[in-house]
């Protein structure tokens, strides 16, 4: 499986842009980028993922570096929901299981 | 709306107890997970259904063992249960194919006393 390296935590006032990064420099060629959330109390919720081309739902943007070793998932208005710890995993095209590390505590301050 | 839901919410055993999770999902899935999380950690995956018919370890499957009823239904059980095993259980599913996200429950609360 591919290692990731996120920080540990951050912080983003309300309603400013955030830019959350992962390295995944042994990603092989195959593997999707997937980030998912996990809100207080809650199970992990999908947020988006990519292969080679940045992405782009209503919850966020994905931008995936051209050598693929590293993404960053981008809120675009960080709201006090958004508080959560979010995660990027490598997935490879089967149906291997997620992989979850420690992710990214991501604070809203109001 | 379901997508996947587990029962019960909460539990309390006494060690030694057995007992069942159980996970149902409405989004005719194929592949379907059962993953613990301990606080303050990420998740860890237990064991996980690629299909019907289908069971394999993940990287804690010790003390526990699964049941792919059907296609939309996942159990774990817990045939002996331990305090190590207090933890919050999460299912998910997924449609299996090239890369598709996983969907989760809201998780079943687990303590063993």
């Known amino acids: 499986d591919a290692k990731t390296t996120q920080p540990n935590s951050m912080e983003s006032n309300e309603e400013e842009p955030v830019h959350l990064p992962c390295n995944h420099s042994?990603?092989?060629?195959?593997?999707?980028i997937h980030w998912y959330r996990q809100l207080p109390s809650q199970g992990p919720e999908y947020v988006i993922h990519?292969?080679?081309s940045n992405v782009n739902n209503r919850m966020a943007s994905l931008a995936i570096a051209e050598d693929r070793k590293s993404s960053t998932l981008i809120l675009h208005r960080a709201t006090l929901r958004d508080a959560a710890v979010y995660y990027c995993?490598?997935?490879?095209?089967?149906?291997?299981?997620?992989?979850f590390g420690k992710g990214t505590r991501l604070s809203v301050i109001a | 709306n379901a997508g996947v839901t587990q029962t019960p919410k909460f539990q309390v055993l006494k060690t030694g107890q057995s007992m069942t999770l159980q996970c149902a999902q409405d989004?005719?899935?194929?592949?379907m997970y059962w993953y613990r999380q301990d606080p303050g950690m990420g998740l860890r995956l237990i064991y996980y259904?690629?299909?019907?018919?289908?069971?394999d370890k993940g990287e804690v499957p010790n003390g526990y063992n699964v049941s792919r009823l059907n296609k939309r239904e996942f159990s774990l059980r817990l045939e002996s249960a331990a305090p190590s095993q207090t933890s919050v259980y999460f299912c998910?599913?997924?449609?299996?194919?090239?890369?598709?996200?996983?969907?989760f429950g809201d998780g079943t609360r687990l303590s063993i006393l």
């Open positions: 989004m005719n899935h194929n592949s």
């Open positions: 259904s690629a299909s019907e018919g289908t069971t």
């Open positions: 990519g292969l080679t």
């Open positions: 042994t990603i092989s060629g195959t593997d999707y």
């Open positions: 998910a599913s997924s449609a299996g194919a090239s890369g598709q996200p996983q969907h």
């Open positions: 995993i490598p997935m490879n095209s089967g149906n291997t299981p997620l992989v």
